[in-house]
């Protein structure tokens, strides 16, 4: 899988999930990509809030469904604090109300955990690649 990531300069990644399998997984899918650095993990909201002073991510990939602090609550104070950071929800959920809260809350892209990975790594360099006021939500919900 050839990915054209010339035009990513600061493709820096958090990915925040309570399923360290999960996590350690995307951090190897993403370490075949020029341009991208996975520079933290945490296991829920509250330690990707604190993470992101100590790793300056550009993007959080964050579930939804985690237990201290989920990510609607996580997204809003992310993007409250620090709204050029840009972030993609990733869950198994997939009902109105929660894709409604995350877009509410600043999330950028919704996309459902049983999205192709190579479809998944796409949306992660279109998001990183995209200028602030593009909108990719309603465009990018998948899994469905």
Not at 27 to 53: M, T
Not at 115 to 139: A, K, M, N, P, Y
Request: charged content about 30%; aromatic content about 2%.
């Amino acid at each position: 899988m050839k990915q054209d990531t010339k035009h990513i300069n600061n493709g820096r990644i958090l990915l925040v999930d309570d399923c360290e399998l999960l996590r350690k997984t995307l951090r190897r899918c993403f370490s075949v990509l020029d341009g991208i650095e996975v520079v933290g993990e945490a296991e829920n909201g509250r330690d990707a809030i604190e993470q992101i002073e100590l790793c300056k991510p550009s993007l959080i990939i964050i579930d939804v469904a985690m237990p201290v602090m989920d990510g609607i609550q996580a997204t809003n104070a992310i993007k409250r604090n620090n709204p050029e950071i840009k972030i993609i929800a990733y869950t198994s959920k997939r009902d109105k109300h929660t894709i409604q809260s995350m877009q509410e809350a600043g999330a950028n892209c919704f996309v459902t955990k049983d999205t192709d990975l190579d479809r998944l790594l796409e949306i992660v360099l279109s998001v990183l690649q995209s200028e602030e006021g593009d909108d990719l939500f309603c465009s990018n919900i998948h899994g469905s």
